[in-house]
């Protein structure tokens, strides 16, 4: 279900209190089955406050503009670059108040898609997933943003540009099975992070997360070190630890990396010169951009461009 303007939100609190009993959509279209419908909500507007919805599996991301949504206590600032999900049963905000317009492209989840592709992934042998038997509101404890990498935004596109209802419901399968088994992998991550206690872990692992929120917001700026155990609240070689510890890499590479997949992502769609696609990623000139690409690819920008 496509819908281009947010649904009255009294009707939808009332839908999701009686688990849409009705079987019918905000636009009076019969819904097949009980509980939340899948919707995508693609919707074009310079304010919005949508507040206290709880909601199911949801994908909260723009095609422009930026939003604000806050889930458990929690706001993360999105633009074009970042994504946030929240688990199904919790509540969320959304709020837009932009002087320019925003254009939302957010994707719900409906309980029986979402409960199919955790039973497909299952069934799958997937051994990122051989632990799961049935969906679990924790996956997902720690509200952050993600980066939306090349393959992340192939996915979107992919549901965009897919029409009837059986391709629809495949590309949108296909994306949350990518989304899913990304975070299954980072919360192992997470459950090898020692530390004395479970709360102090917990309490670690929101504040590296506010880093990565910043970086994901202002990966095109010089960031420092120090600015980001600052955000973190925490001293410069604690974060250092905590962090490589939990991503593998030092955060002066998560930087790097985060800038590749941008710069590759705007190289591909082939409309702005090299120096402007540095410019754009946070790197001072082509020659810089070339040498970092040919060290974490092994290719030049050039052949990333579009025929």
Known sequence: MLLKEFPDIHWLKRAIQQNFSERRSWDNKPLPNFGWPTAILNVKTNQTERTDIKGPFSLFLNISGTSEVTCDHKTVQLNTDSYLFSNQGQHYDLVIDNKRSTETFNIHFGEKLYQ?????????????????????????????????????????????????????ESSLFDLLSYVLVGNEKHLRQINNLSSVRSSTKAELIKRIYLSVDFIHAYYYRSITLDQLADV?????FHFLRVFKSLFK???????????????????????LPLNLVALRVGIENVSSLSRMMLQLTGRRPSSFMSN
């Not at 404890?141 to 540009?161: A, E, G, Y």
């Not at 030092?250 to 591909?268: G, N």
């Open 116 to 168: 199919n592709t955790i039973h497909a992934l299952t069934k799958s042998n997937d051994q990122l997933l051989d632990d799961i038997s049935s969906p679990s509101p924790e996956w997902n404890k720690t509200i952050r943003s993600n980066f939306r990498d090349c393959n992340f935004n192939v996915l979107i596109k992919q549901v965009q540009n897919t029409y009837g209802n059986e391709e629809k």
């Open 232 to 236: 973190a609240m925490l001293s410069k």
């Open 249 to 271: 890499v030092s955060p002066h590479q998560y930087i790097k990396h985060i800038r590749l997949q941008k710069a590759i992502e705007l190289i591909k769609q082939n409309q």
